[in-house]
């Protein structure tokens, strides 16, 4: 199985402040690479692809970048409602397997 | 607007079977090619249980497959998570999600868009 480390577990950030999350695969997996974010007691929201694809209806805000192993999720300016858990997902092969998860919250 | 929706028993005793439905509405079952089941330990990450293809061929995560069955009934819009021998380590919320499978660049991704609300599934005596 194809192993995704995030980092950091989680971290405090400022509304307006810049926030960006790393997402580590344990073999090349080129750009197949998901984003989701989860909030607390809801189920997960999809929010990009191929890495770097902003689903539509996704704020410009949030933006993706990486290939290979190593991918980023940013938030050029945080706002209140981006509180949540973020995660990154490989659709490289299956299983298809899931991040730990980025806890992100408001300060 | 597609809609996903989850339904089943919350509690279910050790040994025995976890079975669960997807009702799909605001379109049918069959113009979309895949369908998934998805889980959530409380308080932890997330863990993909498998597919459907609306053929109803299927594709499982190998730590669950032993035990694990997914199928379609087109005629009620629905999909369907049969999961045996359970124990408390399958106490979780169950989530089922569409699975895009996209051609893109000649190249095929997937991903899970939209998700059901979730269902809590309590394994105890």
């Known amino acids: 199985d194809i192993q995704m480390t995030q980092s950091p577990s989680s971290l405090s950030a400022s509304v307006g402040d810049r926030v960006t999350i790393t997402c580590r695969a344990s073999?090349?997996?080129?750009?197949?690479l998901n984003w989701y974010q989860q909030r607390p007691g809801k189920a997960p929201k999809f929010l990009i692809y191929?890495?770097?694809s902003l689903q539509s209806g996704v704020p410009s805000r949030f933006s993706g970048s990486g290939s290979g192993t190593e991918f980023t999720l940013t938030i050029s300016s945080l706002q209140p409602e981006d509180f949540g858990t973020y995660y990154c997902?490989?659709?490289?092969?299956?299983?298809?397997?899931f991040g730990q998860g980025t806890k992100v919250e408001i300060k | 607007q597609l809609q996903l929706q989850e339904s089943g028993p919350g509690l279910v005793k050790p040994s025995e079977t976890l079975s669960l439905a997807c009702t799909v509405s605001?379109?049918?079952?069959?113009?979309?090619?895949?369908w998934g089941w998805i889980r959530q330990p409380p308080g932890k990450g997330l863990e993909w249980i498998g597919s459907?293809?609306?053929?109803?061929?299927?594709t499982y995560n190998p730590s669950l497959k032993s035990r694990v069955t997914i199928s379609i009934d087109m005629s009620k819009n629905q999909f369907s998570l049969r999961l045996r021998s359970v124990t408390a380590a399958d106490t979780a919320v169950y989530y089922c999600?569409?699975?895009?499978?996209?051609?893109?660049?000649?190249?095929?991704?997937?991903?899970?868009?939209?998700w059901g609300q979730g269902s809590l599934v309590t394994v105890s005596s």
């Open positions: 999600a569409r699975n895009v499978s996209v051609n893109l660049s000649s190249t095929k991704y997937n991903w899970f868009d939209p």
């Open positions: 605001g379109d049918s079952i069959t113009n979309t090619y895949y």
């Open positions: 459907i293809y609306n053929s109803g061929s299927t």
């Open positions: 073999q090349s997996i080129s750009n197949y």
């Open positions: 191929t890495a770097s």
């Open positions: 997902q490989q659709s490289y092969s299956t299983p298809w397997t």
